[in-house]
């Protein structure tokens, strides 16, 4: 819309004011009365007596637990952002790479079990001597990238944790039935399913578990959990209800301490908005922040740079 | 514009301005904290104001929340000479209101309804948890309502209530467009200038 005159803006300063005016107008004649001496002041006084109005209407009360529960979210959501901005990326310049690692594009990750667990998910575990720890003094900016990306371990969508007890127990008795009549291989070839079951709901419960909440804008409850084993180094997240991804972009998942931000894997909910995505990283049990997921251009970024998606404050 | 003209700043009932303008500054730093504050002295009017829009504590909550993390996200657009940090929440909150009592309608879900209006308000009882500065204010603000000619309320409770642009006010009530306009301007006028008396009284 071309530039309104001055009669035109002052003509519609009350339709703008009450929201009553279409966008183009309110923004021509908003950005008219941005320089006007006589419209600015009009509009802003316009708009403190419809906010005025406002005090007339009947006192709603807000059912008090709702309403702790909205603060809270509001403060944990905030922090989260807080932190997600402030801390520095610690790692070198070429920390991009090592992002992509994780997704299984780089060349540097050197998996140590790649069996999958099921034909839905697949774990990394990479070498001892791989794993690194961060130093909650501050010698994040000394991480080790590459070896944080290959200590990272990405399982992708669509396992529950309910789904796999029940499947863990289904694979117990039929490796008991098979070893009953069965050769040897058969039973060998499950127990390693069994095993990453249990390492799996071993890492998800039990009293070194911290678990954060993930949080986004218009939930009123979590659309995710991230879940710290803080004695094995287990990280896993769940998601659900989480919209895919615009095309051309991922998710990526950010470890926030006090001294960095760290990439913990990009990843893609399946249709159903569900993901699950387990990592194996040494963190100082006090260093984590906050948990945050921005959305990325494919293939991860070394810092975040889009929109937070979903966060919580641990 | 004569300053007496100025309509006052809602801020008696809950503190004074220079507060939420000192918090405001806070969550510009990044202060979470002072977030919780701001949501402390003003869920309550929000919330009464969205509810009233939405008849529907869900969505109510929903607009509350909204409009306070839009305040985190863009304290730094707040300006102090545009008005208080109030007339800018609750301008939010409005806002987002109508925007979903116009996705209602495009979707057939909530056709207009004539009870939000503001005569159920002009009778209000004064809320009886509030200050003596609000409630002056609420009846300054009352008066002014009582005042105005019913052609100009309706316009303004169309405009207010339901989220009409000035066209659709015109095909709802049958008058030019340029009628309309005259109309809405006419009353905000009215309604400004005894609102000023408030102001002048509090100052």
């Not at chain 2, 879900?109 to 503001?118: L, N, S, T, Y």
């Not at chain 2, 339901?162 to 642009?165: A, K, Y």
């Given at each position: 819309m071309n530039a309104m005159t001055h009669e035109e803006a002052f003509s519609e300063l009350a339709a703008v004011a009450l929201d009553a005016a279409s966008p183009e107008i309110a923004n021509a004649v908003r950005t008219h009365a941005e320089a006007c001496p006589e419209c600015g002041p009009e509009l802003a006084s316009m708009e403190e007596t419809i906010a005025a109005l406002g005090t007339l209407v009947p006192s709603g009360q807000m059912n008090r637990g709702r309403s702790a529960g909205i603060r809270s979210r509001l403060l944990m959501r905030a922090r989260a952002e807080r932190e997600l901005r402030s801390a520095p990326v610690p790692g070198p310049p070429d920390i991009a790479r090592g992002v992509a690692s994780?997704?299984?594009?780089?060349?540097r990750m050197t998996p140590g079990a790649q069996r999958p667990v099921t034909g839905e998910t697949r774990t990394f575990t990479p070498p001892e001597s791989q794993r690194v720890r961060t130093d909650a003094?501050?010698?994040?900016?000394?991480?080790?990238w590459y070896a944080i990306a290959a200590t990272i371990a990405l399982v992708i969508t669509g396992a529950q944790m309910l789904r796999m007890t029940s499947e863990r127990n289904r694979l117990r008795e039929q490796v008991a039935a098979l070893d009953s009549v069965a050769p040897a291989q058969v039973s060998d070839s499950a127990a390693p399913m069994i095993a990453q079951r249990d390492s799996m709901i071993a890492a998800m419960t039990g009293p070194d578990v911290k678990v954060v909440p993930l949080m986004n804008q218009?939930?009123?409850?979590?659309?995710g959990r991230m879940m710290w084993n803080r004695a094995s180094n287990d990280w896993i997240m769940v998601t659900y209800n989480l919209r895919p991804p615009k095309p051309g972009m991922t998710y990526q998942v950010w470890l926030v301490t006090a001294d960095a931000k760290i990439s913990a894997g990009t990843f893609k909910p399946d249709a159903a908005g569900k993901t699950m995505m387990h990592a194996r990283y040494a963190l100082d049990r006090d260093a984590l922040r906050s948990v945050a997921v921005t959305e990325e251009p494919e293939g991860g970024m070394p810092a975040p740079t889009g929109p937070m998606v979903i966060a919580g404050a641990a | 514009m004569n300053p007496s003209e100025r309509a006052p700043s809602y801020s008696g009932e809950n503190g004074s301005n220079a507060e939420d303008t000192a918090l405001i500054r806070r969550i510009v730093d990044a202060d979470e904290t002072a977030l919780g504050a701001l949501y402390d002295r003003w869920v309550r009017s929000l919330y009464s104001l969205v509810l009233h829009l939405l008849k529907d504590p869900d969505e109510a909550e929903d607009v509350v929340e909204e409009t306070f993390w839009q305040a985190w996200r863009k304290?730094?657009?707040?300006?102090?000479s545009k008005g208080a940090v109030s007339t800018w929440l609750l301008t939010i909150g409005r806002r987002k209101a109508l925007d979903r009592l116009r996705a209602r309608k495009r979707n057939r879900?909530?056709?207009?309804?004539?009870?939000?209006?503001?005569s159920d308000l002009r009778s209000t009882s004064p809320d009886p948890g509030s200050e003596a500065e609000g409630s002056e204010l609420r009846e300054h603000v009352r008066a002014a309502l009582r005042e105005l000619p019913e052609e100009q309320r309706e316009v303004l409770e169309l405009g207010y209530f339901?989220?009409?642009?000035q066209a659709e006010i015109a095909e709802r009530t049958g008058q030019p467009l340029g009628t309309v306009k005259t109309r809405m301007r006419l009353a905000m006028q009215k309604l400004r200038a005894p609102l000023s008396i408030h102001r002048g009284a509090a100052q």
């Open positions: 994780l997704t299984g594009q780089g060349q003094r501050g010698s994040g900016r000394g991480v080790n218009n939930a009123r409850e979590p659309v | 304290a730094d657009s707040y300006e102090p879900e909530d056709p207009i309804q004539d009870e939000r209006g503001f339901s989220g009409l642009s």
